[in-house]
């Protein structure tokens, strides 16, 4: 069996046979889940590169099982496989066997997603990716309604991606063109299925004002699955603007460039602001994502191809660093019984595993030189800048500023000051979670430092 076909089919197997394993059982269930991550990764790297087809539909339009990466969708794939195996690694929540097979179904629902070079198995990898994420927050989230709001903006997105879809394929006469060069739309009927590819994108990203199912879902989720969810399934609308729509339909992309450089522009500041006024720590980060991810949506709407490299940097480290902040906030959540900061303070001093993981992931998300965020920033900024757009640059310097404003926050309000006298500050990581967090770290560090291999055309 191909390897590209392996890595995909690999989890979602092994989350589907983790149900048969004594449910009581966390231990093997984290370490069997952590092995077949690993596995994934291994398979992904040595593989991944290949292609695989079968033909699957001739009519009305021909369409094929065809998997392969591309360069982009290379990195996204490696990020999920990765990210998933450190979020595994350390997972501690209750029914541990059925939470662990929910993350192997969706890094498996996910790397369909972005190994698909078919729009319509695109298209059907998008919806399936949502069932592991509504079973987690219905198992494990705080709130039924929250499960049902994520469901909802979401399948609505997944709904028009699948009719424009087909109306691609109709008119084009087939769907097998992810990752071809040369294959423009046009006709009356191109600018309405734009129209739905970009509804689609934009919700899954999210960008304002459609970003309302985020902060909740991120809140909801325990840390594993939202570090997951926020590093990856977020990308998949960035991941379809850039292969699907800037490839396909070039045209329409820059015929509406400025409203989506408007919506960018609102969803750096709105969510830099909003994260700033949060005591919520989860909610910061939430936040602080739909700022970042407005970022890397002004560079696709530049269209300028310095920046499009940037957006791909800045996909791979807001992903590294949103997984790594999420974990280590989800193990000080463990300790602690809480996530707000006015309850916290001053745990640095007896925990300093925990406070160095912190302050590494919070200095790479304010964009500190030599680490990977810095990278992306600085290419976007350039490319932006380079295509005659000149306030979206004034803006996204401005959010810059109050990022470095809300870490700093975060990290003084959790770390530094006194110690609470209510809350008694326990254990710092353990050998387990250091060593699951550590390599989202290293890459944040690696990328910095090296980035030319995100940077090659």
């Known amino acids: 069996m191909p390897l590209v076909l392996v890595t995909i089919l690999l989890p979602i197997a092994a989350g589907a046979l983790l149900f048969l394993l004594p449910r009581n059982d966390r231990a093997l269930s984290r370490l069997l889940g952590t092995a077949v991550a690993a596995a994934t990764v291994a398979t992904l790297i040595a593989g991944g590169h290949s292609q695989w087809t079968r033909h699957w539909l001739s009519r009305p339009f021909t369409a094929a099982f065809h998997f392969g990466a591309t360069q982009t969708s290379f990195w996204i794939a490696l990020l999920l496989a990765v990210s998933t195996a450190c979020a595994i690694a350390s997972v501690r929540v209750a029914r541990t066997r059925d939470f662990v097979a929910l993350m192997l179904m969706l890094e498996g629902t996910m790397l369909g997603l972005f190994l ?78 734009y129209a739905g590819f970009a509804f689609a994108f934009l919700v899954k990203t999210p960008v304002w004002p459609l970003h309302t199912w985020m902060p909740p879902t991120y809140g909801a989720l325990p840390s594993p699955m939202v570090a997951v969810v926020s590093a990856v399934q977020s990308k998949a609308g960035l991941y379809g603007f850039l292969a699907i729509a800037l490839a396909l339909l070039p045209d329409y992309v820059r015929q509406y460039a400025q409203p989506l450089m408007v919506l960018g522009a609102i969803s750096l500041i709105y969510g830099a602001v909003i994260a700033l006024v949060q005591t919520d720590a989860k909610r910061i980060v939430a936040y602080s994502s739909l700022s970042h991810l407005g970022l890397i949506g002004i560079a696709v709407a530049s269209g300028n191809a310095l920046a499009l490299k940037g957006a791909l940097v800045y996909i791979v480290a807001h992903g590294l660093f949103s997984a790594a902040l999420f974990l280590v906030l989800g193990y000080l959540e463990e300790r602690e019984g809480t996530r707000s900061l006015l309850r916290l303070g001053g745990l640095g001093g007896r925990n300093p595993r925990l406070a160095g993981a912190l302050c590494i992931a919070a200095l790479a998300a304010l964009g500190l030189p030599g680490l990977a965020g810095f990278v992306g920033e600085l290419v976007i900024l350039i490319g932006v800048y380079q295509a005659g757009y000149v306030w979206p640059v004034i803006v996204a310097l401005v959010a810059i500023v109050l990022a470095a404003a809300y870490m700093i926050r975060l990290y003084q309000d959790l770390m530094n000051g006194p110690e609470r006298a209510d809350e008694p500050v326990r254990a710092d990581l353990t050998w387990v979670e250091a060593l699951a967090v550590s390599p989202l770290l290293a890459a944040l560090v690696v990328l910095g430092v090296y980035p030319a291999p995100l940077l090659r055309p």
Do not use: K, Q
């Open 116 to 193: 698909a070079r078919d729009l319509l198995v695109f298209a059907l990898f998008w919806d399936l990716m949502l069932v592991p994420v509504f079973f987690g927050l219905v198992g494990w989230g705080e709130h039924p309604a929250t499960a049902w709001r994520y469901f909802i903006y979401n399948f609505a997105g997944g709904l028009t991606l699948l009719v424009a879809t087909a109306a691609f394929g109709v008119i084009y006469g087939s769907t097998d063109v992810i990752g071809r060069g040369g294959v423009h739309l046009v006709g009356s009927w191109a600018e309405w299925i």
